[in-house]
């Protein structure tokens, strides 16, 4: 293991623990005439970890040692991979708009999601807050009676003490209080904040390096990476000198809101956001930046995706917007192109994670890309997302 600079008292029992039980600590630090601070662990890497003070603690004894354990991986045999998908859908496209192309993923609904709200429509609604834990999960408390929350992996959470991303997709089922929310930080330059409490915010990761970075890697030094990546080559495309806050400059959300960024994409998204909405079976999109396929994204029911698809455009754009100027692929993309990347993913190494009260995830990686399954725990055999990845993107 590797430490950081600064080595409080305990932090080598703090990352034995670490290490043992794969979850995130919270240590308290108490010095004469200080006032008592959080000591946050969390791992960056397979063999490295990173402890960062945090804000004054007012109850020691409430935040003397957390440790939020996560749902280790259980390897499928292969008879319960996920199988071929090829015949599930149909694509049309291509749509494009300069470096951006597009194809729709057509399919049947495989659940009724009419009472499943999304991030933003819960955001603001009685009975539904989402809180900032000081660790790499977040706590979401829906007290809905009658509606579900779905937060999607990729989903941006403004506030709390830092900016978070979602790593996984989690369903807060109606009713089910508090539910954990593993998450990575997109804004390095800050940990604190008024009350811990996330705000609505429109984003969704618009870069394939940091939807890698926290899908597969699992990795928060490459995220913060990924992110002064994604703020640099912005600033250069848009023709400004910076797209960072004066306030905190690490803070993706800032960048994503900052007007040029704006301007930009919507030069995207104008031609293209009507795309698909007068046929009703639509389920799903594909996204490719510069000739090379990025994502394939398809959800549990048209109607879900349809709540989904302005921020969904918005990212690629944005996507599209800091890839401008960089070398493209020599052949056109069609179809069949589409068809060959989903079927890439058969014959992959399966794993299972079940989540308490908020869905199983099912991942198979392939040579060439990773397949993220999403099922509700209550509704074996009905998924709400597959998410593919290309591992590279320079995959065809």
Known sequence: ??????????????????????????????????????????????????????????????????????????????????????????????????????????????????????????????????????????????????????????????????????????????????????????????????EGNFRSNPDQLASHRLRLASRLQADQAEVWNAVNQLQTSLAANTGVATVRSPQSQAQLTYSLQHQAVRDAAERYTRGLESIGTDESDVIGYVLAVNGRIRAVDVYGSSGLFRKVWPKLLRAAAIEAVAERGRPTADSDLGTEEVRHFVASIEGGRATRRDFVNSGRLTTQESVHAVLFETRQASAEGAWIRRNYLAKSDVVR
């Open 1 to 194: 293991m590797r430490f950081s600079k600064a080595i409080y008292p305990g932090a080598v029992v703090l990352a034995m623990l670490l290490g043992a039980t794969g979850g995130v600590i919270r240590h308290v630090i108490q010095q004469p005439d200080r006032p008592a601070r959080g000591l946050r662990a969390f791992p960056v890497a397979a063999n490295a970890v990173v402890f960062e003070e945090v804000e004054p603690i007012a109850s020691i004894e409430n935040a003397v040692m957390r440790i939020d354990p996560e749902p280790q991986p259980v390897v499928l045999p292969p008879a319960e991979a996920i199988a071929s998908l090829k015949a599930d859908y149909r694509f049309s496209g291509p749509y494009a708009h300069e470096n951006l192309t597009l194809f729709l993923v057509h399919g049947e609904d495989q659940l009724d999601t009419s009472r499943l709200l999304t991030l933003e429509e819960a955001m603001g609604r009685p009975g539904f807050n989402v809180r900032d834990l000081h660790s790499h999960n977040l706590a979401l408390e829906n007290r809905s009676g009658s509606e579900s929350v779905v937060v999607f992996a990729g989903d941006v959470l403004e506030g709390g003490y830092q900016d978070r991303v979602a790593r996984y997709d989690v369903i807060a089922a109606a009713g089910s209080g508090r539910v954990t929310v593993p998450a990575f930080c997109v804004e390095k330059t800050r940990s604190s904040g008024p």
